[in-house]
């Protein structure tokens, strides 16, 4: 069975830093494009970030270039999310995707929430 686990999320202040991790099972990971997608209150899905199979290139959002940076330990079958300089716009629900923009495989979310 096709697994993505996300963990990480939190409340924390407008500066503040996170890490989110997205544990992957039931399939080869590193054959895969990954990516993280968030979901704020009220709104549609929202692409922020992709990574190739083999970490090589990646890819951000605009809202986030800069702040934000994935990455991937394929040996651990986990993808990364390190985000720095979190700003109250950035509160969501983030989501693990497979595939580089996103796709139909996805995990259940971690809230992260920034407010002072």
């Known amino acids: 069975e096709v697994q993505l686990v996300e963990s990480g999320g939190g409340l924390v202040q407008p500066g503040g830093s996170l890490r989110l991790s997205c544990a992957a099972s039931g399939f080869i990971f590193s054959n895969y494009d990954m990516s993280w997608v968030r979901q704020a209150p009220g709104k549609g899905l929202e692409w922020v970030s992709g990574?190739?199979?083999?970490?090589?290139?990646?890819d951000y959002a605009d809202s986030v270039k800069g702040r934000f940076t994935i990455s991937r330990d394929n040996a651990k079958n986990t993808l990364y999310l390190q985000m720095n300089s979190l700003k109250t716009e950035d509160t969501a629900v983030y989501f693990c995707?497979?595939?580089?923009?996103?796709?139909?495989?996805r995990g259940q979310g971690t809230q992260v929430t920034v407010s002072s």
């Open positions: 990574i190739k199979w083999g970490g090589g290139s990646t």
């Open positions: 995707a497979r595939g580089f923009r996103s796709g139909p495989i």
